[in-house]
């Protein structure tokens, strides 16, 4: 029975060996990782450097689209469009808000604060994916409209190169209105 637990022992110290020899003279590398303790022989296969770099490229890629689909938000807003803006937005906004829900709230917003003067980026949050997978950008602006200040948070889901609003918040001062 030791015989047959030997030669099979054998063989995968074998395949073991071989792995290593072939990983090694075809350029690759081997990484073994026993517990915390880890070793790479040959070239890391794993170029962490790399991997990092990458999602920090799509994030800021994406987080350009979402940039571009709050300016889009505005000026559909100035122009009255909340319609577009709702029939464009991700079926999850459109589960939390009605369409006439959406026409009141670009309403009381254009009545009570104005039109947009500008608006400035305060803080934004995304979370590496891989380039196949959906970006769940997070920005926060102090928008200037021209009656008032506030702050605004937007959630966008950008995947092949669109954007779709997720989530729309704006400052306290119109929730207390009644409209959101």
């Excluded at 009381?108 to 934004?124: F, L, M, P, R, Y």
């Excluded at 196949?132 to 702050?151: A, D, H, P």
Aim: glycine fraction near 8%.
């Amino acid at each position: 029975m030791s015989a047959k637990s030997s030669s099979c022992l054998g063989c995968l110290g074998s395949l073991v060996i071989l792995t290593f020899i072939g990983s090694i003279f075809f350029g690759g590398g081997v990484l073994m990782r026993v517990g915390w303790f880890g070793f790479v022989l040959g070239k890391d296969p794993i170029n962490r450097k790399q991997i990092i770099i990458d999602h920090f490229t799509n994030l800021e890629y994406s987080k350009k689209i979402a940039e571009s689909s709050v300016q889009r938000f505005h000026t559909q807003l100035e122009q009255g469009k909340c319609q577009d803006i709702y029939q464009e937005a991700n079926e999850l906004f459109q589960k939390n808000f009605s369409q006439s829900q959406m026409l009141s709230i670009c309403a009381t917003i254009k009545q009570e604060i104005g039109t947009v003067n500008s608006a400035q980026i305060t803080d934004w949050w995304g979370q590496p994916t891989d380039k196949e997978s959906e970006n769940y950008i997070l920005l926060r602006y102090i928008t200037v409209f021209s009656k008032s200040s506030v702050r605004e948070t937007f959630v966008w889901l950008v995947k092949d190169n669109k954007s779709e609003l997720v989530q729309f918040e704006i400052n306290s001062q119109i929730q207390r209105s009644g409209e959101f």
